[in-house]
């Protein structure tokens, strides 16, 4: 089993950036591929980016592409979501996931966070 923990979001000002982190517990994530979705109100959980299990490919969603970076750091089982250029439609529940398959389906994604929000006000 994999336990994820999402921390970093808050209140930010559009234009402005945060970094979300993705804590990892259990089950060493070092073999998974990692992403990251998220939910807003009223919308279905779409995803945001991808990382490979080494870290050699990643994918982003179109609306994200250019201004947010996912990376991961085995040695500390954490992945990361940097996120600038902020803008209030990038307001939502953000949600780590764990493998075992990359890309953007939530099918490929067999563990999950619990959530952080991200709040971008205009």
């Known amino acids: 089993q994999v336990q994820l923990i999402e921390s970093g979001g808050g209140l930010v000002q559009a234009g402005g950036s945060l970094r979300l982190s993705c804590a990892a517990s259990g089950r060493t994530t070092r073999n998974y591929p990692m992403g990251w979705f998220r939910q807003a109100p009223g919308k279905e959980r779409e995803f945001v980016a991808g990382?490979?299990?080494?870290?050699?490919?990643?994918d982003y969603a179109s609306s994200v592409k250019g201004r947010f970076t996912i990376s991961r750091d085995d040695a500390k089982n954490t992945a990361y979501l940097q996120m600038n250029t902020l803008k209030a439609e990038d307001t939502a529940v953000y949600y780590c996931?764990?493998?075992?398959?990359?890309?953007?389906?939530?099918?490929?994604?067999?563990?999950w966070g619990q959530g952080t929000q991200v709040t971008v006000s205009s």
């Open positions: 996931a764990a493998g075992p398959l990359f890309g953007g389906a939530r099918e490929k994604y067999d563990y």
């Open positions: 990382i490979s299990w080494r870290g050699g490919s990643t």
